[in-house]
């Protein structure tokens, strides 16, 4: 018997029974529904803490990523303009570095003075090294607090989190995530 006459048979079957005043449920009754129900509810406070977690722990690598792509830029700034960091108007390294200066030195085209320009030409030829700051992506700014020559790098400021996402030194071209606190692994952001 081939599945066609199965099909076949059963349909008779169903249309007998209706005829003989006899009834055939093929609908789920309200138990079956609160069964299946509460497995979903189970299910999903399972699944949700694992996919909230992920993201988090993607945004900690998201902020890695940031941090060594920005050292490596402040790395090929210093190299191409003759050992001196971004920051520094002029590229006059005992001047008083502003985040302004390095936003612009970073995100235009310069000389190898430190002179900035959004376009090239043959003489601002080096650059631009960033398209934009990022945000800090544990914070969400991307405003950088730059850090004057002979002061010490500060530790991250709870009470500055919410208007800078970095802190940079150009004296020693330090820069770390402006974020309190460890990351999974029991490693501070701060030393990422």
Do not use: C
Request: aromatic share 8%.
């Amino acid at each position: 018997m081939n599945l066609w006459q199965k099909n076949r048979r059963v349909r008779l079957k169903r249309a007998d029974a209706r005829s003989n005043g006899t009834r055939t449920s093929s609908a789920f009754t309200l138990v079956e529904i609160l069964i299946v129900v509460v497995i979903l509810g189970i299910l999903a406070t399972i699944v949700i803490p694992q996919f909230s977690n992920a993201s988090h722990e993607a945004r900690e690598n998201t902020l890695k990523d940031d941090l060594r792509y920005l050292r490596i830029q402040l790395q090929v700034y210093k190299a191409q303009h003759q050992d001196k960091a971004p920051g520094y108007a002029g590229g006059i390294t005992t001047s008083t570095p502003t985040e302004a200066v390095f936003v612009d030195q970073m995100t235009h085209f310069s000389t190898q003075d430190g002179a900035t320009n959004a376009s090239a030409t043959t003489t601002y030829k080096f650059g631009p090294y960033i398209s934009r700051v990022p945000e800090n992506p544990l914070n969400g700014h991307s405003a950088i607090k730059i850090i004057a020559n002979g002061t010490p790098l500060p530790a991250p400021d709870p009470a500055e989190a919410d208007t800078y996402g970095w802190i940079y030194k150009p004296q020693t071209q330090e820069l770390i995530a402006n974020i309190t606190g460890n990351d999974n692994a029991g490693t501070p952001y701060a030393k990422y």
